[in-house]
């Protein structure tokens, strides 16, 4: 009756079906590499355009994802992080029980821009710590983010290694201010070539972005201390906003 069943749909329909049963069942398990477009040419003696076909399928819904450099692989298990209260990535990974890791890409002083000046409340020209990073959980890239903070309120910022240390816990530490809350603005977007290749995935996977401003305490009133921007892989996280009426 399978088999008959198996006749009536479309012969990428039928290769979609078999390798979603495997990843259901654990034969092709999180992370594992899908057979190449050859192999399942072969073993199912269809064209490269059904292949592609029954893969772009498995992509839509959510079974696999397209590695830059590699094989598709079987989409990993994803862990569900709150939006609803702040916390830094280093916090996130290890309550998953991950191991964080970071990249530096670019570290530095410059003068702010006017959209950094407005949004962080400074005088014109005003001198800023600017900071790119790559966020890794069990050495797999999960962000790329963005920070800029008031060089007056974090004066010798620049001399931090944020290679081994979050940047909250600098900031709680090493400049005594309570972290209070964030404003976030999120949006779905397609990873550019850069981004591509920073965080190891194909050209054009969706990412959740988001742009933020962080307050915090210091000398005893709450202002904005952080200005960032965040390109989040869904593959490892999905991010769950809480709402009450």
Same mark, same amino acid.
């Given at each position: 009756?399978?088999?008959?069943?198996?006749?009536?749909?479309?012969?990428y329909?039928v290769?979609?079906?078999e390798?979603?049963a495997a990843?259901?069942?654990?034969?092709?398990?999180?992370?594992?590499?899908?057979p190449s477009?050859?192999?399942?040419?072969?073993?199912?003696?269809?064209s490269?355009v059904?292949?592609?076909r029954?893969? =772009?399928?498995?992509? #839509?819904?959510?079974? +696999?994802?397209k590695?830059? *450099?590699?094989?598709? !692989?079987?989409?990993?298990? $994803?862990r569900?992080?709150?939006?609803?209260?702040?916390?830094?990535?280093?916090?996130?990974?290890?309550r998953?029980?991950m191991?964080?890791?970071?990249?530096?890409?670019?570290a530095?002083l410059?003068i702010?821009?006017?959209?950094?000046?407005?949004?962080?409340r400074l005088?014109?020209a =005003?001198?800023?710590? #600017?900071m790119?990073? +790559?966020?890794?959980a069990? *050495?797999?890239p999960l !962000?790329?983010?963005?920070? $800029?903070?008031?060089?007056?309120?974090?004066?010798?910022?620049?001399t931090?290694?944020?290679?081994?240390?979050?940047?909250?816990?600098?900031?709680?530490?090493?400049?005594?201010?309570?972290?209070?809350?964030?404003?976030?603005?999120?949006?779905?977007?397609s990873?550019?070539?850069?981004?591509a290749?920073?965080?190891?995935?194909?050209?054009?996977t969706?990412?959740?972005?988001s742009l933020?401003?962080?307050?915090?305490i210091?000398?005893?009133?709450?202002?904005p201390?952080?200005?960032?921007?965040?390109?989040?892989?869904?593959?490892?996280?999905?991010?769950?906003?809480?709402?009450?009426?």
């Amino acid at each position: 009756m399978q088999e008959q069943a198996d006749q009536k749909l479309p012969k990428y329909a039928v290769i979609e079906q078999e390798l979603i049963a495997a990843i259901r069942s654990g034969t092709l398990a999180p992370g594992a590499e899908l057979p190449s477009e050859s192999e399942l040419i072969r073993l199912y003696q269809v064209s490269r355009v059904t292949v592609r076909r029954a893969i =772009d399928e498995l992509y #839509h819904q959510g079974y +696999i994802e397209k590695m830059q *450099g590699k094989r598709t !692989c079987v989409k990993q298990i $994803t862990r569900q992080q709150e939006l609803a209260s702040v916390s830094s990535y280093t916090e996130e990974i290890l309550r998953h029980g991950m191991t964080p890791s970071r990249d530096v890409l670019a570290a530095g002083l410059r003068i702010c821009t006017k959209e950094e000046a407005e949004k962080l409340r400074l005088p014109k020209a =005003d001198p800023v710590f #600017h900071m790119e990073r +790559i966020y890794y959980a069990d *050495g797999h890239p999960l !962000c790329h983010t963005a920070a $800029t903070l008031p060089y007056r309120l974090f004066p010798d910022i620049d001399t931090c290694d944020f290679k081994e240390n979050s940047l909250y816990k600098i900031l709680e530490s090493r400049y005594h201010v309570k972290i209070t809350a964030t404003s976030l603005k999120l949006k779905a977007v397609s990873a550019h070539d850069t981004l591509a290749g920073y965080l190891q995935i194909a050209r054009d996977t969706p990412l959740l972005h988001s742009l933020g401003l962080t307050y915090g305490i210091c000398n005893g009133s709450e202002i904005p201390i952080e200005l960032f921007t965040n390109y989040y892989l869904t593959s490892q996280f999905e991010y769950v906003l809480t709402q009450t009426r």
